[in-house]
């Protein structure tokens, strides 16, 4: 039985980020030493700072993780790619060139055995009305339509340096520190949603840029799975148990 694996909030392409590409090859390292391990890879969301598609254009850059990502899907490893507030404006590039399966929602899957709940995890719970604006903003076709007729040039320094700037406006560049279970949305949400569906087993989440392995109940755990910026986490699950892990070059046994 293979593995499966969970990660996310890589923000490829962050301007915000000085050692990005040690940080692209580090993650494609990673995916490199676990394409014999792996069933299925798992990124769950913002695995890019800005992404953007035109009809017939995409963003520059990104080839070493993209092509990491066509070699396990070429050799039969599953590769789940979930939409995050940050790469929302996905095409069809990334599954017709990179085999890729897009979720642009919330998944609940079975694995194993077992029943997940999966997401990136923007605006679940979330109360923030500025947050839920731009969200819906974003995804907006009409809007969507109004920014692909500006050109490339400008579009997508539009859209990094607005990706910059919202990462450099929090303190030291990172996200808040886990606020506890009676305050984290992400928690709270978790719960609430609990109650309806009493048989999921695991939810997994992006986003928050924590590391959190939390029991909700005997039969349920929920996890946030840090970031690939300065964590280098991820989630390994081997069919029996699951495991949040460092990823360390050179000493991580995977």
């Known amino acids: 039985m293979k593995n499966i694996y969970f990660l996310s909030d890589a923000h490829l392409g962050s301007r915000a980020i000085p050692h990005g590409r040690t940080q692209e090859r580090r993650l494609v390292n990673f995916l490199d030493?676990?394409?014999?391990?792996?069933?299925?890879?798992?990124?769950?969301?913002?695995?890019?700072?800005?992404?953007?598609?035109?009809?017939?254009v995409v963003p520059k850059g990104y080839t070493r993780f993209l092509g990491k990502l066509s070699e396990l899907t070429d050799a039969g490893v599953e590769v789940h790619f979930f939409t995050g507030n940050h790469d929302i404006w996905c095409g069809d590039y990334l599954e017709k060139e990179c085999g890729v399966t897009l979720h642009r929602a919330p998944l609940t899957c079975e694995i194993y055995g077992k029943l997940f709940y999966l997401a990136h995890g923007?605006?679940?719970?979330?109360?923030?009305r500025k947050f839920k604006l731009l969200r819906s903003m974003f995804r907006s076709r009409?809007?969507?339509?109004?920014?692909?007729?500006?050109?490339?040039?400008?579009?997508?320094?539009?859209?990094?340096?607005?990706?910059?700037?919202?990462?450099q406006k929090r303190e030291g560049g990172k996200e808040p520190p886990y606020m506890g279970e009676d305050r984290e949305y992400l928690v709270l949400y978790t719960k609430e949603y609990l109650k309806t569906h009493p048989d999921i087993n695991y939810f997994i989440y992006g986003h928050r840029h924590i590391e959190l392995d939390l029991m909700l109940s005997r039969t349920t755990r929920m996890l946030i799975l840090g970031d690939w910026i300065a964590s280098f986490t991820y989630a390994v699950y081997d069919g029996e148990h699951i495991y949040l892990e460092n990823y360390i070059e050179g000493e991580t046994r995977l």
């Open 122 to 128: 923007d605006g679940l719970g979330d109360p923030d």
């Open 33 to 56: 030493q676990i394409k014999d391990k792996a069933a299925a890879v798992y990124l769950l969301g913002d695995m890019f700072d800005f992404w953007y598609e035109f009809k017939t």
């Open 142 to 167: 009409t809007l969507q339509r109004l920014f692909s007729s500006l050109h490339p040039r400008w579009s997508m320094e539009l859209g990094l340096e607005w990706a910059r700037h919202s990462r």
